[in-house]
């Protein structure tokens, strides 16, 4: 059984969609980042940086014991090469996918996260309006490159359905939000529309992690401590003690 320690957004939905598309048995641990779940001692063994998602896998391949893991990308990695699907074995073919799988990772979701959090504040921290257009205008770029990777070749990385796409997908599907046309990226376009139509995505969409959140039932006093919990945030301290052997 795989454990996720997760909470409904792009970067979860990436695991939760993988995980679908491969049948593998999943028990889901709310991780509710709003309230600083993400923060507690027992998520940071697991995932030191207090970002969710992370796994544990109780039954890892080489047959030790449980195994955990932090970072999306890794986290598919290690699921789809467990599984034997959607992550090729062939060395070109892997690094295909492995350039588009830290593609995403290091320019589509930190990029279109910054699109959202400025839009989110726009008309509430005082002028915006530049962060706004350098998100919106880099949004608009990794669109282009993904309709351009596209217009020749069915997913990402090439002719075969695999995690490049998986984890790709779960950023684009609020391109509304983000400001962005999706009639400007027709190859794009195609290559949402057919995996937006596949059943496992559609349920890895669809999964929770307990009753939805009104944001207005929460008292101004909550709201300022997430906000605070959440935003500019700086380095935790390390414990006193090392726990290393001194030489």
């Excluded at 991780?31 to 027992?42: L, M, P, S, T, V």
């Excluded at 690094?95 to 996260?113: D, H, R």
């Excluded at 009639?183 to 349920?203: C, G, I, N, T």
Aim: glycine content about 8%.
């Amino acid at each position: 059984m795989i454990d996720v320690h997760y909470w409904p957004t792009p970067n979860g939905k990436k695991v939760t969609i993988l995980l679908e598309e491969l049948g593998t048995p999943y028990n889901i641990v709310p991780c509710h980042i709003g309230k600083g779940d993400q923060f507690k001692a027992e998520f940071l063994k697991i995932g030191p940086n207090n970002r969710m998602p992370a796994i544990v896998d109780h039954e890892p391949a080489d047959g030790g014991p449980p195994i955990s893991i932090f970072e999306s990308g890794a986290i598919m990695m290690y699921l789809a090469e467990k599984a034997g699907r959607f992550y090729p074995s062939e060395l070109r073919r892997r690094y295909e996918v492995n350039q588009w799988v830290i593609w995403q990772m290091a320019n589509q979701g930190p990029k279109l996260g910054e699109c959202g959090h400025f839009l989110r504040l726009e008309d509430k921290q005082g002028d915006q309006s530049y962060a706004v257009r350098r998100f919106t205008d880099e949004a608009n770029r990794l669109y282009g490159v993904l309709n351009n990777r596209l217009y020749d070749r069915r997913y990402l990385a090439g002719d075969e359905y695999t995690i490049a796409d998986m984890i790709c997908y779960p950023w684009t599907v609020n391109w509304k939000g983000q400001r962005q046309d999706i009639e400007e990226f027709k190859y794009f376009k195609r290559w949402f529309e057919e995996l937006s139509a596949r059943p496992a995505v559609q349920r890895g969409l669809a999964v929770t992690a307990g009753p939805t959140e009104d944001p207005d039932s929460l008292s101004a006093e909550e709201r300022e401590r997430r906000t605070k919990l959440l935003y500019n945030q700086r380095a935790r301290p390390a414990p006193a003690e090392s726990g290393l052997v001194s030489l």
